[in-house]
C-alpha cells in the first residue's frame, strides 16, 4: 500500500494483513459491500431520471 504522505510503500505484518484477509472473505462483509453498491447505483439511476424531468430554464 502506498504511503501518501512519503510515497513510500508501507510494510503490513502479516498478522494485519490475516486480519484484513478474514474481514474481506467475511460474508457479511461482502452482502453489506453488495448492498452499499445496490444502492449507490439505485441512487445514481433516480439522479438521471430527476435530471431527465427537470426542464431546461434560461437564466438572463
Same mark, same amino acid.
Given at each position: 500500500?502506498? $504511503?501518501?504522505?512519503?510515497?513510500? &510503500?508501507? !510494510?503490513?505484518? =502479516?498478522?494485519? +494483513?490475516?486480519?484484513?484477509?478474514? *474481514? *474481506?472473505?467475511? =460474508?457479511? &462483509? !461482502?452482502? &453489506?459491500?453488495? &448492498?452499499?453498491?445496490? $444502492?449507490?447505483?439505485?441512487? /445514481? *439511476?433516480?439522479? @438521471?431520471?430527476? +435530471?431527465?424531468? !427537470? =426542464?431546461?430554464?434560461? @437564466? /438572463?
Amino acid at each position: 500500500m502506498l $504511503d501518501k504522505i512519503s510515497n513510500n &510503500f508501507t !510494510t503490513w505484518s =502479516p498478522t494485519k +494483513i490475516g486480519i484484513i484477509n478474514k *474481514i *474481506i472473505n467475511n =460474508p457479511l &462483509f !461482502t452482502s &453489506f459491500l453488495r &448492498f452499499e453498491i445496490e $444502492d449507490a447505483q439505485n441512487e /445514481i *439511476i433516480n439522479l @438521471k431520471e430527476q +435530471i431527465k424531468n !427537470t =426542464p431546461a430554464t434560461l @437564466k /438572463i
